[in-house]
């Protein structure tokens, strides 16, 4: 025992001299070597030596040698700090390396095809509306003229929040929302997401988009929308297009109307056809005159003005234009169908 507390002393003696005469990192490196290093450092042999000592021996041995190590430690540390290591070598940028490659994103397809559409409104002067997608019943339904339990409501399967609040099941409610705050002429287009309580399949999900479109102005009549739409439908599908105009039911126009378009796949020359049922034809939106009870909800003097608008369904039309078989397609993130859409 007597010899390893002589030796320690011995070492201690050696590493304070040592570490009196350090000037500079480098031999701070040399010394925890001398002392820490894993083989042959000072104090590790002397850990080794440690572990022949007796039972009895090792009491005493153990605690001197670890307040040594932590004294070597401490003033190691100690001179770290006072003698940084400087002068590393940085490696230089190799300016000959060729760029990483920019991984470069690309609009989803909804967002194209609500893009084309927004564009062909505003060559024609409309400016682009926006509304909340929580809606309260009044905006949804009643300033739309839908009653209290009508049956109408039933056509909107809906998704509640609480007994006031819904997810709006169209963007129609934001045509109230406007014309509440701003006065005719108004020529407008509202894009937008929408909910309804159905069961995922092909063809349906319980969020899509619509984009709404809402004319009022002195003199506006039928024949303003039936050339309005046909226009935009040729913009959106060519001049070729055929269109029909079918006498429907919306509670907020009258009278109503709704669109088919010619089916592009089959032009109506496949009875089988998976598009279009073998029909022909392709229902892609709900139109009509805003109905004078709709304008008296948001005080615009129906005697005065007249107006029309319609609902089309985003994905669906653009399911159609691009022919994909799967609504859900659009919602799966898969970065294989969304980069197809963006091939100059
Ligand atoms: N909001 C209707 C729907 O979701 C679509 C619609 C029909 C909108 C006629 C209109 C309209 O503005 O005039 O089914």
Known sequence: MSTLQDKINNYRQLFFDRAAAVKESQQVEELRQLFLGRKKGYLTLLFEEFKNLSPEEKKTAGRVLNEFKTEIQSKLSELEKNFPVSGTITPIEDLTLPGRQLYWG?????????????????????????????????YNFEALNFPPDHPARDSWDTLYINDKLLLRTHTSPVQIRVMEKKKPPLRIIIPGRVFRRETPDPTHLPMFYQVEGLVVDKGITFAHLKGTLEFFLKALFGEKIRLRFRPSFFPFTEPSAEVDIECIVCRGQNPECRVCGGSGWKEILGSGMVDPQVFKNVNIDPEIYSGWAFGLGIDRTAMFAFQIPEMRYFYENDLRFIRQFNRK
């Open 106 to 138: 690309a609009p989803h397809p909804i967002t194209l095809f609500e893009r084309k559409i927004e564009n062909i409104f505003i060559s024609m002067g409309f400016s682009v509306e926006e509304g909340p997608e929580i809606e309260t019943d009044y």
